[in-house]
């Protein structure tokens, strides 16, 4: 048997990893001195009520390494091949933690960077989950899974630029500056990393460019997952970007799969953004 888990920074909720027989580990979000587990003491919901009302900034952490063990533990001495999809090790230990615990067990521990984070690992995982359901084994999995991991990729596009201030990502003249010109960033990850790919003036022209990246890196490989995703408690945005884009769409609506994006990224986010993640297609 296979075994597959991830961290809650895939924005995989507990109920959707029931349906798919796998484990989500959860972040610790800390809110000042109150500490939840990321979609299981703290719903997505709950997590942006909190970040509007109050206005402590919220902090994620790393999974403690005793749940990499128990878990790398469970399926060793069930006989069980384990593949565990992490974060981006660009912008998070857990990768590093995950590979030190699993040194320690045998070969059957498979630790894997998955370069993304939010629904691009959302689709990096449901997509192993796939082969697995065909009955691959674990080598064959990590097999595809290495080049379908280099074809991923995630467009997102802020509509405010006060989170990235209040975490000190930008300054506070540079947020002023760019919320008083209606100027929302355009986002993608690229080697692990985020990367600001563009400034879009209006969610129109922010459609816009999230369309022109999409064709620019080839166009959607519509045989693998597809995720939109939207932050915060209303999915309005989210609902007009699909229309005011369908033409990407065509021929299999009924596929797209909507998800809300979570702390590990909700808390530089804020409300608001949006976010398409898809695998380009095959040359």
């Known amino acids: 048997m296979v075994r597959i888990i991830t961290d809650s920074a895939s924005d995989i909720s507990q109920e959707k990893a029931k349906e798919w027989n796998i484990k989500v580990l959860p972040l610790i979000v800390r809110f000042g001195d109150e500490e939840y587990l990321d979609g299981v ?28 063990e128990e878990e790398f533990k469970a399926a060793e001495e069930n006989g069980d091949e384990l593949i565990y999809f992490t974060i981006s090790s660009g912008v998070s230990g857990c990768y590093q933690s995950a590979c030190m615990i699993a040194s320690e067990f045998s070969d059957s521990i498979h630790v894997v960077d998955s370069k993304q984070f939010c629904i691009s690992e959302y689709i990096i995982v449901q997509r192993a989950v796939q082969l697995r359901d065909q009955g691959l084994n674990a080598k064959e999995i990590l097999e595809i899974m290495e080049e379908d ?12 630029l006060e989170y990235l201030k209040l975490g000190g990502r930008i300054s506070s003249v540079a947020a002023f500056a760019g919320n008083l010109l209606m100027i929302k960033p355009v986002i993608t ?73 979570g702390a590990a990224i909700g808390t530089y986010t804020g409300p608001g953004a949006i976010a398409f993640a898809y695998f380009e297609k095959s040359e």
């Open 149 to 160: 991991i280099k074809k991923a990729h995630v467009i997102a596009v802020f509509d405010t």
């Open 41 to 68: 003491t703290l719903s997505s919901e709950d997590f942006y009520r909190k970040l509007i009302e109050t206005d402590q900034i919220p902090k994620t952490s790393q999974i403690p390494p005793y749940k990499y």
């Open 189 to 261: 990850i690229d080697n692990g990393v985020v990367k600001v790919i563009g400034k879009a003036r209006g969610s129109k022209n922010g459609h816009n460019m999230l369309m022109e990246f999409v064709k620019k890196t080839g166009g959607i490989d519509v045989t693998k997952p597809t995720c939109l995703a939207y932050s915060g408690l209303s999915n309005e945005g989210l609902m007009k970007y699909v229309e005011d884009s369908k033409v990407l769409y065509e021929g299999y609506e009924d596929k797209l799969q909507f998800a809300i994006a």
